[in-house]
């Protein structure tokens, strides 16, 4: 089996927890006595360093939200100088003010640690050609998977994204193994090889994708992995964590939270009270060894479920279930709370139904109107209209089934709906316009 660090890796839970609670009481004293932000914080929450002795003890301390990095912009809750600086990564801002995250020399090799490992246990190493089509610049995907990818000792072809077609030929001709990107773009570059006349599955050396940046289902792993011939793994992150870090395992089952690196809590959402293992509600990540841009307690708004036995690989860091989606994707149709996650697991159930749809939300009068604009596979092709007919009845009454609510549903032809290179925009919502 490929393991980057055995040691750390198969750490006995108790030792793993027992340095956790290490780390994390380090953490706090530290920003409780260096920083003004977290002393501030603590003060308001009536928390001081002193009430940590256990590990459990994290959820005295108080939470932190996107807001605070926004409000702080562009550096303001930093706790590292300007010299002990050694990068930023700036994120988008579609729903704001941008947020800017630093590194020191130390948070980069962490951060490049963290893929090692990721990278290591879905089979990677020496001798690997890994594509990284994520984007290269302020987001984190491409140069985060870079150095992990070079850190394994593989050979990196820095493609970024577009050119499509380059990208297919680049693929064949530097028998790419593995290849890093959104699923949505996998599936783009996917149809464009068919389009080339070539396919993934017989043409290419490809045999890993490590997929992640936006939600994707477990059906949709199955139809990658049987259409592209690869192991297709799931890898999460987010820029104010450092960017993409915690990656599946060979197990598929769920990708691994490195404790010694971030520690991780997945609460009721509204009450705030830690969940279950396989209890669905909001992770919040404390990052206990970062340097520049400490996170505690940082409610990211991603929805998922923690499974805290021994993974099947072996590996006793905790694991966290595939995101469904984030707190603020969740659309309120009529009053009943809809994941665009659910409509893609449907979707992926039904084989007349192909790889790519749309959410259209509108209000008609003063009720709240979903469409699904679905494109028909090749199997749902048919030139009979009570065949068609016949597919979006069955569309309709599965969508009906999961989200307990009315959708319309209409069928398009392939390739007619929007393709996507980074992360895919597959809802619009007119209410608000
Ligand atoms: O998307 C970092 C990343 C790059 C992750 C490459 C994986 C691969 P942000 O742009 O800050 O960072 O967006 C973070 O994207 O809070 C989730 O809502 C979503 N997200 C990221 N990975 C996954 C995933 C990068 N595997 C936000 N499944 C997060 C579901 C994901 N959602």
């Known amino acids: 089996m490929q393991c980057w ?47 940590i002795n256990t590990l459990d003890d994290v959820n005295k301390l108080p939470f932190m939200y996107k807001s605070d990095l926004r409000d702080s ?89 577009g050119n499509t077609e380059r990208q297919v030929e680049m693929m064949q001709d530097l028998k790419a193994t593995a290849i890093a990107c959104t699923p949505s773009y996998l599936l783009h570059i996917g149809e464009v090889a068919e389009r080339m006349g070539i396919s993934i599955k017989n043409d290419t050396s490809l045999r890993v994708g490590i997929l992640g940046a936006e939600p994707w289902s477990e059906r949709m792993r199955t139809r990658v992995q049987d259409w592209l011939g690869i192991k297709a793994y799931d890898i999460y992150g987010t820029s104010e964590l450092s960017g993409p870090m915690f990656s599946e395992c060979s197990a598929q089952e769920g990708f691994h939270v490195w404790g010694d690196l971030a520690l991780v809590e997945v609460l009721d959402r509204e009450s705030g009270e830690p969940l279950g293992p396989g209890e669905e509600g909001e992770m919040v990540v404390t990052m206990l060894q970062k340097e520049a841009l400490p996170m505690i307690r940082y409610r990211i708004g991603d929805i998922t479920s923690m499974e805290t036995d021994v993974c099947p690989c072996g590996r006793t860091h905790p694991r966290v279930r595939r995101v469904t989606g984030r707190v603020d994707d969740m659309l309120i149709i009529r009053g009943i709370n809809v994941f665009p996650s659910q409509v893609e697991y449907t979707l992926m159930t039904i084989p007349e139904v192909g790889r790519h749809f749309q959410i259209v939300v509108d209000r008609k009068g003063s009720l709240d109107d979903m469409l699904v604009r679905v494109e028909v596979s090749p199997e749902g092709i048919s030139d009979r209209i009570q065949d068609l007919i016949k597919v979006r009845n069955t569309v309709e009454q599965k969508l009906k089934n999961t989200l307990n609510v009315t959708v319309e549903v209409e069928l398009v032809e392939p390739g007619s709906l929007p393709r996507f290179e980074g992360k895919s925009k597959r809802v619009i919502d007119r209410r608000n316009l």
Request: charged fraction near 20%; include cysteine; proline fraction near 5%.
């Open 5 to 51: 660090d055995p040691r750390m890796e198969f750490l006995p839970r108790e030792d793993l927890e027992r340095l956790q609670y290490r780390l994390l009481k380090l953490l706090v004293c530290r920003l409780y006595h260096f920083s003004p932000f977290y002393h501030h914080r603590m003060e308001s929450a009536r928390v001081h360093p002193d009430d």
């Open 73 to 161: 912009y562009p550096d303001g809750i930093f706790t590292a100088t300007t010299e002990d600086l050694v990068r930023y990564h700036v994120s988008s801002g579609t729903t704001g003010k941008p947020t800017v995250v630093g590194y020191t020399a130390a948070d980069l090799h962490n951060w490049t640690d963290s893929l090692a490992r990721g990278l290591s246990s879905c089979g990677l190493g020496r001798g690997d050609v890994v594509q990284v089509c994520y984007g290269y610049g302020l987001f984190t995907g491409g140069l985060g998977l870079h150095y992990g990818a070079e850190r394994i000792g593989a050979a990196v072809i820095p493609a970024s994204v």
